[in-house]
């Protein structure tokens, strides 16, 4: 009996999530961490599995008048996806574990909520049937909309309406992309079909292909975040608790990369190198703008959030450069922003929980009162500016390798944001951290890291430095899906990527 891994692992998150509707008010949390790790042992075995060159890909008929299939497969950057995503889910259970009860919304809400989303997030990273991946893409606003708005700061239901607003226009002009696809199967092919293999192989043309793409696109934009359509990501992370942060930014917003190489390149390669030059300039306003706005930010949250938008404009250009090392640096700087920033938003949770302030303003030589805290943050905010060492640095690096080699004016301007990087994270980390203790730290900062907080910090450290030190158990991984989305979009390396000169 051949064993449905894929399934299973969605699934059992979402076991976990409705059994918490049961009143089991005392054991919510130890229930939800209880499913949380088996779902991650589940996807440990599946990662496994596909290292070990497994056959992993399910098909089953779903809606046969559209087509649509229950399709679920791995690639190298979509098990990257759910590594991350089994991988962080209990450690926001863990740093969330004295969330106060908050009325109706309890924390055994919380827990089923973040399960529910970890099922659904995965469901979308595995998804091969473009309906299907539509459903779930939009599914995962549910519980994201409740509990940026059921948990967080006073101004969190206005939070909550501005990301489901941006969210649903987006997913909507996506939905015309994913109807006008079904249509143009039944055309071209005679019959209707949403699988991603068949899709890939029919003859769209040039137009039809890019008005199709830009559907998909605006979606993916919004989700990233990518400037213009960003506002709404430092709104809803100064409101949301820093647990629901990390999984929006660690991972809910790698659906938006993820889809512009799965969808985006893969079903319409012509389109994407015509829209090329635009998505480069946006992902450079986004890099710069993001960096300077960090720079300018007052609130320790909104400056994180900030800090993504020019991550993600880093990720982008390695997409948009078209180049096998730059679009394996973007996939693993996915893997990698996913840890650092759930670091960082973890972290000052901790530094909230004390001070109760997310000011800038409100703190002050806490390395002396902390100083495991302090160190704590710094690791952070050093694998945030992608300093040597750290993950984030090979695949910033990478990155801009792989833009230089095909354009140096980009990698240059995108330099410049490396430089900002380094001036706000070391500015946020002055400003709160060194100088004397301000009456606030003394008095608020009563202790450092507990056992718990340091249990929740210390794997997302060691994963940062272990994939600093030996990417290549990432790359290995990534590479052959790199080169295969390449070689797909018909864009040929300027010069050959790292390691196979010679060949």
């Not at 209707?192 to 793409?213: C, F, H, N, Q, V």
């Not at 090392?325 to 922003?337: A, E, P, Q, T």
């Not at 995108?414 to 060194?434: D, N, S």
Request: aromatic share 12%; charged share 10%; net charge neutral.
């Amino acid at each position: 009996m051949t064993i449905p891994w894929l399934t299973f692992l969605g699934l059992v998150p979402l076991v976990g999530a409705v059994t918490l509707l049961l009143p089991v008010k005392e054991l919510a949390r130890v229930l939800g961490m209880f499913f949380a790790v088996i779902t991650a042992v589940v996807g440990i075995v599946v990662t496994t599995l596909y290292v070990g060159g497994a056959a992993l890909a399910e098909q089953v008929p779903w809606i046969q008048a559209f087509g649509a299939w229950w399709a679920l497969g791995l690639n190298g950057m979509s098990v990257l996806m759910v590594i991350l995503t089994v991988l962080l889910t209990p450690m926001v259970l863990l740093a969330e574990w004295k969330l106060p009860n908050a009325g109706r919304w309890s924390p055994q809400v919380f827990v089923a909520l973040v399960l529910f989303l970890e099922s659904l997030s995965l469901f979308t990273f595995m998804a091969d049937d473009v309906l299907l991946f539509y459903l779930f893409f939009e599914a995962t606003l549910i519980p994201m909309y409740f509990l940026i708005g059921g948990f967080g700061g006073e101004a969190r239901a206005a939070a909550a309406l501005k990301f489901l607003l941006f969210s649903l226009a987006g997913g909507l002009v996506m939905l015309v992309s994913v109807v006008g696809l079904g249509v143009v199967s039944t055309e071209l092919s005679g019959t209707p079909t949403y699988l991603l293999s068949e899709l890939a192989k029919l003859p769209i043309g040039t137009d039809l292909g890019r008005w199709l793409m830009i559907g998909f696109l605006v979606a993916f934009i919004v989700k990233a975040p990518m400037v213009p359509l960003h506002t709404w990501l430092p709104t809803t992370a100064e409101q949301a608790t820093p647990g629901t942060s990390v999984l929006l930014v660690g991972i809910l917003d790698k659906i938006g990369t993820f889809g512009m190489i799965k969808f985006c390149l893969g079903l319409f390669p012509e389109a994407s190198l015509w829209v090329a030059p635009v998505m480069v300039i946006l992902a450079l306003i986004s890099i710069i703008y993001g960096a300077v706005a960090a720079i300018g930010s007052s609130n320790l949250l909104r400056l994180v959030a900030y800090t993504s938008i020019s991550h993600f404009g880093f990720m982008v250009l390695g997409i948009y450069t078209f180049t096998t090392v730059g679009v394996s640096g973007s996939i693993f700087y996915m893997l990698n922003h996913g840890f650092s920033t759930a670091a960082l938003f973890l972290v000052i949770g901790f530094l909230i929980s004390r001070r109760g302030s997310a000011l800038v303003s409100d703190f002050g030589g806490v390395q002396k009162v902390a100083p495991v805290l302090a160190g704590v943050f710094l690791m952070a905010g050093l694998s945030g500016l992608a300093l040597p060492g750290m993950s984030s640095f090979v695949s910033e690096f990478m990155v801009m390798a792989g833009a230089w080699s095909r354009q140096p004016w980009p990698a240059a301007v995108a330099a410049l944001g490396t430089v900002l990087a380094a001036v706000y994270i070391l500015l946020m980390y002055q400003r709160t951290m060194t100088g004397p203790v301000t009456e606030a730290a003394s008095t608020h900062f009563t202790s450092d890291l507990n056992a718990r907080e340091k249990w929740v910090a210390a794997p997302l450290l060691a994963i940062i430095l272990l994939l600093g030190f030996v990417p290549g158990i990432a790359l290995d991984v990534i590479n052959p899906t790199a080169a295969a989305t390449i070689s797909h979009v018909g864009a040929p390396d300027p010069v050959a990527p790292f390691g196979e000169e010679g060949k």
